[in-house]
T-cell receptor
Framework: DAKTTQPPSMDCAEGRAANLPCNHS???????VYWYRQIHSQGPQYIIH???NNETNEMASLIITEDRKSSTLILPHATLRDTAVYYCIVRALNTGGFKTIFGAGTRLFVKA | EAGVAQSPRYKIIEKRQSVAFWCNPI?????LYWYQQILGQGPKLLIQ????????DSQLPKDRFSAERLKGVDSTLKIQPAKLEDSAVYLCASSPTPSGGPNTGELFFGEGSRLTVL
């Protein structure tokens, strides 16, 4: 079973920041937080991951709370192409527990 | 770099018929995964290969599903006989190692094969 809880859907206005929350209250010390997204009729695509520090790349920013029990994926300037299902996943890296288990995700609608 | 290739993209069959899906992972990726994604749900891991050996097939319905990766490169997933509830998208993914891609641990997914069972 997925170890994360996400809202089923969210709306965002084009050009505004999209903030997608994720709860992972049972996360273990060696587990990372991963985000993938799935655009309609495509396979999931990796976005970003982090352990405890905030992370930023060309696609998004990841904010992880100090207690690591929740995180937020931020798309700074959402476009219509960002409409997709976003999956928050926790998994270990290099120490066992490699499984990437998906929950139902959050369906983000970016509106013009 | 070529991505994960899957075929066919779409398949429609009647229940009790058989079907096979093919996946060619990214060159050099030792780990290959098959996921099943039912409409409205997240992908569910069916089986994971490391080279030509099975690492995890705990979620594979072995009475009707089978998968092989004989030469440690491409893979085939078969369903025989198909049931209505097998209607789904079958996603193949690959990664260089069991822990995923270098530095990121990511999995690389194909576009999937959509199965409709009537």
């Amino acid at each position: 079973d997925a170890k994360t809880t996400q809202p089923p859907s969210m709306d965002c206005a084009e050009g505004r920041a999209a903030n997608l929350p994720c709860n992972h209250s049972t996360i273990s010390g060696n587990e990372y937080v991963y985000w993938y997204r799935q655009i309609h009729s495509q396979g999931p695509q990796y976005i970003i991951h982090g352990l405890k520090n905030n992370e930023t790349n060309e696609m998004a920013s990841l904010i992880i709370t100090e207690d690591r029990k929740s995180s937020t994926l931020i798309l700074p300037h959402a476009t219509l192409r960002d409409t997709a299902v976003y999956y928050c996943i926790v998994r270990a890296l290099n120490t066992g527990g490699f499984k990437t288990i998906f929950g139902a995700g959050t369906r983000l609608f970016v509106k013009a | 770099e070529a991505g994960v290739a899957q075929s066919p993209r779409y398949k429609i069959i009647e229940k009790r018929q058989s079907v096979a899906f093919w996946c060619n992972p990214i060159s050099g990726h030792a780990t290959l995964y098959w996921y099943q994604q039912i409409l409205g749900q997240g992908p569910k891991l069916l089986i994971q290969f490391q080279n030509n050996g099975v690492v995890d097939d705990s979620q594979l319905p072995k009475d009707r599903f089978s998968a092989e990766r004989l030469k440690g490169v491409d893979s085939t997933l078969k369903i025989q006989p198909a049931k209505l509830e097998d209607s789904a998208v079958y996603l193949c993914a690959s990664s260089p190692t069991p822990s995923g891609g270098p530095n990121t641990g990511e999995l690389f997914f194909g576009e999937g094969s959509r199965l409709t069972v009537l």
